[in-house]
Every structure is written in structure tokens, then in C-alpha cells.
């Protein structure tokens, strides 16, 4: 079933970054908004005086798709972590996104080793958008991909859902600073 204009704006992408990885990630999420797609980021959304995990954990929920930007700076964030783990323990579609030229099995893990984003996203095929290192067909092709993907999901099945292991505890955080009636 093809997906209408109106369909595909609804689509709401929760895009998660490391602010250090701003300038790659602005530009793909200005590319899926000219094709449509409705993308909640941060720096547009939060303001003076939000509480910031509730804020995250509402856009989270009421998004179709989380969207991470992996790089060696994503890995090394620990708000990245929670906000992948909470989308991961509330089964959202998680569509990962790698920015920069990096070695997913080696450059994914945090280093102080705590938080392995290799492992989180290894049953999941994700995208490489790399604005520096590839030819402009290379980034045009991976960024109609990216997009191909969003408005045309496959079905996740519940093997991969159950493969990956959210550090629950900190994703309870996020939902006890959620709790009703402090959105």
C-alpha cells in the first residue's frame, strides 16, 4: 500500500543526537522535512525552563520512529543512552543512523564501557550517512534510503525486540520523572 502526502506527514521522527554532531544531523533532518516528514529535535522544541526527560520521554512516546545519529560523541553521551534505551523499552521503531566513519563494533561502546550501543542496535539494519567522506550520489542515495525506510517500514519482529537489553533502571528514571501530572 503506497503511502499518501498526507500520510507521510504525519510521520513523527524523534531525533536523537549528541549536540556535538549538530551541523551533520541538522542537515538530514532539513532533508526529511523537505520529503515531509515531521521530525521533533530538540534545540526546536525544548525551551527555558523544561523540564528536560519529561519533555524528551512525552516527544519519545508520541513519535512513530526513533531516529539515532551514531558517532563516537553519541556513544559517549549518557542522555543519548537514556533516550535510546526508554524508545527501545517502549518499542518504538528505532532507525539507526551512523554520521560519522567510525568502526560500529569498536567506536559504539562508551569509553568507560558501560553503555555498548554495538550491541543495541546489532540485530538492526541501519544507515550510514557520512556528508564528509561520500560522493555526492553516495550521500543522495543513502539519504533516499533513509527516507524509503521511514515511509516504507518493514516489520520488526518480536526476536530482535527481545534480543536487546535496556538498562531498565535507567530508563525507569525517565518514566518516574514522567509520572502523571508532570508532562
Same mark, same amino acid.
Given at each position: #500500500?503506497? /503511502? /499518501?502526502? &498526507? ?11 549528541? +549536540? $556535538?554532531?549538530?551541523? @551533520?544531523?541538522?542537515? *538530514?533532518?532539513?532533508?526529511?522535512? $523537505?520529503?515531509?516528514?515531521?521530525? +521533533? ?6 525551551? *527555558? =525552563? ?10 519519545? #512516546? %508520541?513519535?512513530? #520512529?526513533? #531516529? ?8 559517549? %553521551? ?14 518504538? /521503531? ?16 562508551? &569509553? @568507560? =564501557?558501560?553503555? @555498548? ?5 546489532? /540485530?538492526? *539494519?541501519? !544507515? ?7 560522493? @555526492? ?13 521511514? *515511509?516504507?517500514?518493514?516489520?520488526? !519482529? ?17 518514566? !518516574?520523572? !514522567?509520572?502523571? =501530572?508532570?508532562?
Amino acid at each position: #500500500m503506497d /503511502t /499518501t502526502d &498526507s500520510q507521510k506527514k504525519n510521520q513523527r521522527v524523534f531525533i536523537s543526537y549528541s +549536540w $556535538s554532531d549538530k551541523a @551533520d544531523v541538522r542537515y *538530514v533532518k532539513e532533508f526529511l522535512e $523537505s520529503k515531509n516528514i515531521s521530525c +521533533w529535535i530538540d534545540e526546536e522544541k525544548i525551551y *527555558v =525552563g523544561d523540564e528536560l526527560h519529561p519533555v524528551i520521554a512525552k516527544a519519545i #512516546m %508520541s513519535s512513530e #520512529m526513533f #531516529m539515532p545519529f551514531l558517532s563516537k560523541n553519541y556513544a559517549n %553521551s549518557y542522555n543519548c543512552y537514556l533516550e535510546f534505551n526508554y524508545a527501545h523499552l517502549h518499542q518504538k /521503531t528505532i532507525k539507526p543512523v551512523i554520521i560519522k566513519d567510525i568502526d560500529p563494533k569498536k567506536d559504539l561502546i562508551s &569509553s @568507560d =564501557g558501560k553503555r @555498548d550501543f554495538y550491541f543495541l542496535i546489532s /540485530t538492526k *539494519v541501519y !544507515t550510514k550517512i557520512l556528508r564528509q567522506k561520500q560522493t @555526492d550520489d553516495e550521500f543522495k542515495k543513502n539519504l533516499e534510503k533513509l527516507y524509503e525506510s521511514i *515511509v516504507k517500514p518493514k516489520p520488526e !519482529t518480536k526476536s530482535s525486540q527481545q534480543q536487546l537489553s535496556p538498562a531498565k533502571d535507567e530508563v525507569d528514571k525517565m518514566d !518516574t520523572e !514522567t509520572a502523571p =501530572g508532570k508532562l
